[in-house]
């Protein structure tokens, strides 16, 4: 139905910078929340950044003053710029979408959660 497609992860030294992109496609009416989690090998899932349709963002504190998430919406595309990049900050980044779906008669169908296969980050020197 929805796919979503990340891209902009590598290998970074600390203190560089990365812009994460994530486009999304299907059958999309409109995105209310999208934005990122990372996983860190051994540790949980945890919210990066998130913005809604709305124009409200939010942020981990440990990212706060050094990432920007922003959105595209007529792209369906969202981007994470991650500045002052730090070792800790390594991880494999999942986009994610909270959805209207359409049907073929462009009208709402229904509700999803969809997420990215996710891009690795590498912070290393």
């Known amino acids: 139905q929805v796919q979503l497609v990340e891209s902009g992860g590598g290998l970074v030294r600390p203190g560089g910078s990365l812009r994460l992109s994530c486009a999304a496609s299907?059958?999309?009416?409109?995105?209310?929340?999208m934005g990122w989690y990372r996983q860190a090998p051994g540790k949980q899932r945890e919210l990066v950044a998130g913005?809604?349709?709305?124009?409200?963002?939010n942020y981990a504190d440990s990212v706060k003053g050094r990432f920007t998430i922003s959105r595209d919406n007529a792209k369906n595309t969202v981007y994470l710029q991650m500045n002052s990049l730090k070792p800790e900050d390594t991880a494999v980044y999942y986009c994610?979408?909270?959805?209207?779906?359409?049907?073929?008669?462009?009208?709402?169908?229904?509700?999803?959660?969809?997420w990215g296969h996710g891009t690795q980050v590498t912070v290393s020197s």
């Open positions: 299907g059958s999309i009416f409109s995105i209310n929340d």
């Open positions: 913005a809604t349709s709305g124009g409200s963002r």
């Open positions: 994610y979408a909270d959805v209207l779906l359409m049907n073929g008669f462009a009208k709402i169908s229904g509700t999803g959660s969809f």
